[in-house]
């Protein structure tokens, strides 16, 4: 029994830090796609938000500010790139009225080239290490409470928090505000929608936007909690959130229970090591590397016959299309 809390007390912690960058990138596909654009650049955001806020929080190592505070900066700064770039994809897509998915693309394809060329320049390497140690050892009081104390405020990390605040608040705003009815209007039947009075171009370019700053600083969230250097590359985090999103039938709470699932297929994949039971299995490690895009596969193959797209998803808006 000891042994199993042990692995617990070890897995559950890396589900959630897995967990909080995939939730907060779907969601922010969920937001693009529910104002009717199709964004399959969120790996490629990703890319650019951490890039640029991984550089700056290393900037900042040495400032004497405390590591959260530079944390928060990070988080900051990899949102607004993230607004920046998905406004690329907005402009083209929602002003000139382009295929979203060679839109989307081209701006996968050329994120990575671009940080590691910027920081070949800079750096004489591709790899730019982060410095410092973000964790936080114990939250007060809460690191005590059984069983939770271990898993969610023991070496935690401030962007676990806050993302879990942000997917909270971005799914009020989606359900319970009139924008976001507008939102989820403009993905549907965006004529009715621009019949009442709505600026379907300005809410598409919303949606988009605020796709870009979850995902810009879901690149920070998953520098920060999977790896101590940046590499231009997120391991495919962001075409993983695809999955997260579709799986999920472009639903918070689905995308919430699909993230738990896919972090937790990813984490055994990467710790299979240290679980009782699989360490002594004879199965060469590339299996296990394969395993979360396996799956993923598998479950796209059967989740998409019954899964329901925004209507209007991938249309570009015409006003005088009735």
Not at 126 to 140: A, D, H, K, Q, R
Not at 160 to 186: Q, W
Not at 253 to 277: D, E, K
């Amino acid at each position: 029994m000891s042994e199993l809390f042990d692995t617990l007390n070890f897995l559950i912690p890396l589900i959630i830090a897995s967990m909080v960058p995939l939730s907060l990138v779907a969601l922010g596909g969920l937001f693009s796609e529910r104002s009717g654009v199709v964004n399959i650049a969120l790996e490629g955001i990703m890319v650019m938000g951490g890039f640029v806020g991984i550089v700056l929080m290393r900037t900042l190592v040495d400032s004497g500010l405390p590591l959260q505070l530079i944390s928060l900066i990070g988080l900051i700064t990899g949102a607004l790139v993230g607004v920046l770039y998905a406004a690329l994809h907005a402009f083209a897509s929602v002003t000139m009225k382009s295929n979203q998915i060679i839109s989307a693309t081209a701006l996968n394809l050329f994120a990575p080239a671009l940080s590691v060329f910027i920081a070949r320049i800079f750096y004489g390497t591709s790899n730019i290490n982060l410095g410092g140690n973000y964790t936080i050892p114990e939250v007060p009081v809460l690191s005590s409470i059984p069983v939770l104390g271990p898993w969610l405020f023991t070496n935690a990390y401030l962007s676990t928090y806050l993302g879990i605040v942000i997917f909270a608040v971005a799914i009020t705003f989606l359900y319970k505000t009139k924008l976001g009815l507008r939102i989820r209007a403009c993905g549907e039947n965006p004529q009715a929608a621009d019949s009442l009075g709505v600026n379907v171009y300005k809410i598409r370019y919303l949606g988009v936007l605020i796709s870009g700053a979850l995902a810009g600083m879901g690149g920070v969230i998953f520098v920060l909690s999977f790896a101590t250097r940046f590499q231009g590359t997120v391991a495919g985090f962001g075409f993983l959130a695809l999955a997260v999103m579709i799986f999920g039938q472009w639903k918070p709470r689905g995308i919430l229970l699909a993230a738990v699932f896919f972090a937790t297929v990813r984490v055994i994949a990467n710790a299979y090591t240290a679980i009782p039971g699989l360490q002594n299995i004879s199965i060469p490690s590339e299996i296990y590397s394969m395993l979360p895009y396996i799956i993923t596969l598998v479950v796209l193959a059967f989740a998409s016959k019954n899964s329901r797209a925004p209507k209007a998803a991938g249309e570009p808006y015409d006003a005088g299309k009735r």
